[in-house]
């Protein structure tokens, strides 16, 4: 049996036309009867690397009895010259998070995942502290289960105060190794005992994985990586995937 959180990820490929330009990680949140993929912002535009794909593929499963059958699948970015994705910003500016919706008629028959719902978001009775280990769930350099087409998970912790804006942007930091490719990927902890809008998935959605954080005035030979990465708060998909 494959375990539901590593059938809430998919690998995203970036395309232009039919050219391949970048890989990313991408996770499905389902709010009243829509289906949302949810990624890292800069997947779907960054100006700053002239990165400017007109559509993603991602990967699906197609039989909940072989989860080796997947199929591709093709979400377009732009209807009408306009782009299509959702977007964040706070009062800090951009929110390197978006959502896009997927056609739930589009997908192919007997389609198989597991999707996050704002009962996975942190509840207020809940509590994060620091050390809190996590779970990021991705596609680091595109490697995967090649055979089953399920992501690899890596192990973090929460490496600031979570709730606490960090450096007062909408995003705490994360402990643990991480490469290109996991940008978009989901972060979830065990926080306390599943409620039953979580038995089939019992995870907390804590955030979405961006990048590694690093510092600009680290010596590139003498000082190692921080090994720290920015995760921005999953609450963002409540104004997202608003109506």
């Known amino acids: 049996m494959i375990e539901p959180i590593l059938l809430t990820a998919s690998p995203i490929s970036t395309l232009y036309g039919q050219q391949r330009l970048t890989q990313a ?23 700053p690397s002239d990165h400017f ?21 093709s979400i377009p970015l732009y209807r009408n010259g306009q782009s299509v994705w959702r977007q964040g910003v ?13 056609d739930r008629d589009a997908l192919p028959a007997n389609v198989t995942l597991y999707a996050f ?4 978001l942190l509840g207020e009775k809940e509590t994060v502290d620091v050390g ?22 890596r192990h973090a912790i929460v490496a600031s105060s979570f709730g606490l804006r960090f450096q007062g942007e909408g995003y705490f930091l994360t402990d ?8 978009g990927a989901p972060v979830v902890a065990a926080v306390g005992e ?4 979580r038995l089939a998935l019992p995870w907390v959605l804590l955030g979405v994985h961006a990048t590694r954080l690093d510092v600009g005035s680290r010596d590139l030979e003498s ?12 609450d963002i998909l409540l104004t997202l995937t608003a109506s």
Do not use: K, M
Request: net charge negative.
């Open 53 to 73: 794909p007109d559509r993603v593929e991602i990967e699906l499963h197609t039989d909940s009895e072989n989860v080796a059958a997947s199929t591709g699948f």
């Open 132 to 153: 809190t280990p996590a779970l990021i769930v991705g596609f680091p350099l595109g490697f995967r289960d090649w055979l089953h087409h399920v992501p690899v998970v």
């Open 25 to 47: 990680t991408g996770f499905f949140f389902e709010r009243d009867d829509r289906l949302f993929l949810v990624t890292s912002q800069h997947v779907f535009h960054d100006a």
């Open 117 to 120: 719902t704002p009962h996975h």
């Open 194 to 197: 599943p409620g039953p809008d």
């Open 223 to 234: 000082d190692e990586a921080l090994g720290l990465n920015c995760a921005w708060y999953a």
């Open 90 to 102: 706070d009062t800090a500016g951009e929110i390197d998070v978006a959502a896009i919706e997927i």
């Open 176 to 183: 643990g190794r991480t490469h290109r490719g996991s940008s």
